[in-house]
Structure formats: C-alpha cells, structure tokens
C-alpha cells in the first residue's frame, strides 16, 4: 500500500465547525466552500456600471430633446393626459363605447392646444422702477417697455413678471415693426423688503392652461425698500462725536490731553520738554499725555426670533439701528454694525441702508448673543463704544455677557426694544440698557443716557 493510500488521522482543530480562518474560507464540517473568483453582486455591479457608461451620455442626448417638449405641459395638462390615456385604452379593451368617447376627448383637447404654441415673437423687452429705493410706504412704480426690434408685427402675447409674491399679467397687442409697447405697474412697499421685479416672461398657451410656452426676456430688478429712520438730535447725536477721540486712561509720551510733567529721561523728545517747570525744579521735566483714540462704534444687533415678541418689534428694532447708523455715517464717524447673518457696509449711507432692507427675523439660532457677539466682532477695530440693540425677550444677564467682552475703557449701552413701552433707563451692574418703545421715543431716551 502506498503511502498516498494509508488514512491519516486527521488533526483536531479547537475552533467550532463552521469558523472561517483569516483568509475569509471555512474549515471542513463549516459547509462553505472556498471562493476565489469574483462574486456575483461584483459581477452584475460592474456591469451596470459599464452600461450606464455606454448608455448614460446616449441618455442625456435624448433627454435634451424631449425636455422642450415635456416642459409645455402644465401640471393640469398631465392631469388631462392622463385621464384620456387611462379612459381610451380601458374603453377600447372593454369595448366601452362611452368610456372610449370619454377619453378620446381630453386628448383632442390637447391636441387642439398644440395650436396655440406655434408663433415667434422678437420681442426686446426691459424692466424699469422708479425710484429703485423708497422708505417703507412710498410710492413705487415698475415700467415694462416692450420694443419689436423686427421687420414684422408681432403677435399678441401674454405677459407675466413676478413682483415680489405677487404677479403682474399684461394682455401685449401685437406690436408693429419697430413699435414699442408700454405698461406700468405699483410695486407694495407697506413693508421692509427688498422686491424682486422680474423676470419679464412671454406665455404662449391655450385658455384651459393645458400647455404652456415660456420665453424669458430679462433678468429680476431689485427694488430696496429702506426702514422708516428719525433724525437725531444733535445731543443724542454727540453719542461718540468728540474733537479730541475718545480719552483713554493710558499713559503715553505723546498726544493731545496733557496729563501730568515727570522727570526728563535720557531718550524722550525735546519737544516735550516744560520748560518753566524745568526751571523752577532745577531738573528738567517732560509733558505726559492721556492716549486718546479716534471714535470707534459698533453696534450688536440680533435677529434670533427668540428674542422678539413679533415681527412689529424687529421692525422697530431695524428703525432704530438705522437711525442711529445713518446720523453716525453722515457725521463721519467709524463704525461697524453686526447681527447673526452677516455684518452690513456702513462706507455710505445707502449700501447701509440696502443691507437693512435684507435683515429677516432668523428662527433656529443656537448660538448665544455673547456667542455670536465675539465672533462677529474680533476681526473689528477696537470700539471706543458698543450699543447691543435686541427685542423685548432678551434677559438682562445678556447685556452684562457682552459688555464683558470689551474692555473697562469701552461704554456699553443697551437698547432694548419693547413696542408700546413707556421710554425708560435701568442700570445693569453698571451697564446702562434703555428701553424705546417707539421710534419717537430715541431721541428723548439716548439725550438722557448721555
């Protein structure tokens, strides 16, 4: 007997049958067999993945073509499609003569409004608002100037552009070659918003709304509608306007608000030498000066809704940093206002006020006011002096958080808007937090705080 021939005691193995080694195979008695090829999820993956390669782009092709086409048909028309797809083939198997009829005249409807689709126009179409920018109430209006730039009349369209939410339709005549066609429209400005005019679209269609062709001919005007400000009175206005800057308590050799004379040090300037001290001391002495700085404001606005009783009360609160901003701009004086979303352009007037018109009531902020107070303002130039400005529902704890971001030789005010509220001041560990409950009320409240 060969030795090939002669049974072998085979060695016991500890594992439990069944148990895979690390090469990913059972051992005898485990009931798996060793796979070395690929397996079946990898073979059809791979091939789904060649065919989408192969076909995808033939896809995209065919898709270009057939948008157009399916872009027509309104949400109603599909509606209809549908219905007369279902209603002739159902009545044509059944051999329902009514229910056949029934379907059959849906999809004449829509063939029938195939008509209505074929005709061009070359239309040279423009948006115009007069003014661009109004205060919250003013009067607004929009121009649609339609020019037939071609040799041929047009024919009569229908004229869509968006305002805002609403829409303004205009029934267009045709237009005579080289004629031109105007319509004016009102633009609602009983609110602080920036509206959108536009785009200007021509509708091709039939009247049940079936299909649809648009065109469009311009791009949206943005009209800014700015919040109502008052003007403030020169002492509320001299919140931070100084000649001389903001004096520090830091000494320094050189300035412009005498401080004090010391002893001349090998080093100092001359110029600074008193000498009239000099020479009744024996010794000479040197001016010493407070440092003063120019006037820096920043303003810390939140738009969290948390922190506001209503929509009326940010709007006064947006009335009220405008206000403030606008005098402080036109008096030439640096300063930098934040809120949650973003900080707004304070180089002018009007881009300030622009971006006002953008500010919204923000739900779902997680962030704190000190939290998002310190990472809008630590890029900022050092502020002589803070206003944070919030709704009626910010704590007074949250004012004290702030003002110690900033250091002791910074004034912090607080501006806490309550609509209705009877103008008041409270201290707050030092902090002084003034309540307005009326865009009236800014002046008499700001010249008291001061």
Known sequence: MSVTDQPTMAQEDPRPEGVQDESGTAEPGGGSARTNGPSVSGVLGGAWRTVAQVVGPWLRVLWSFIHPVVAVVSPLGWVVLGVGFVGTVVGAVLGWSELLFIGLVPLAAVLVSVLFLFG?????VSIHLNPTRVVVGERAIG???????????TTPTRLEVPVGHGMAEFAMPGIPAGGEHEELFAVPTNRRAVILAGPAVSVRGDQLGLLRREVRWTKPVELFVHPVTTRLHPTAAGLIRDLEGQITKKITNTDISFHAL??????DDRRYIHWRSSAKTGQLMVRQFEESRRSQLTMVM?????YYADADEFELAVSLAASIATQVIVDQV???????QFALRTHTVTSFLDDSSRLQLVNDLHSTPRTFAREMTKRLPAPSVVIVLAGSRLAAPEYRGIQRLFGPDVNVFGIRVDAGARPSITEVAGMSVMTVGALGDLNKVMARAL
Do not use: H, K, M, W
């Open 334 to 340: 640096q300063i930098s206002v934040v809120t949650d």
């Open 143 to 153: 121009q649609v100037l339609v020019r037939n730039p071609g040799s041929r009349a």
């Open 120 to 124: 061009r126009s070359t239309f040279s």
């Open 302 to 306: 939140t738009t969290d809704a948390r």
């Open 262 to 267: 010391r002893g001349y040090v090998p080093g």
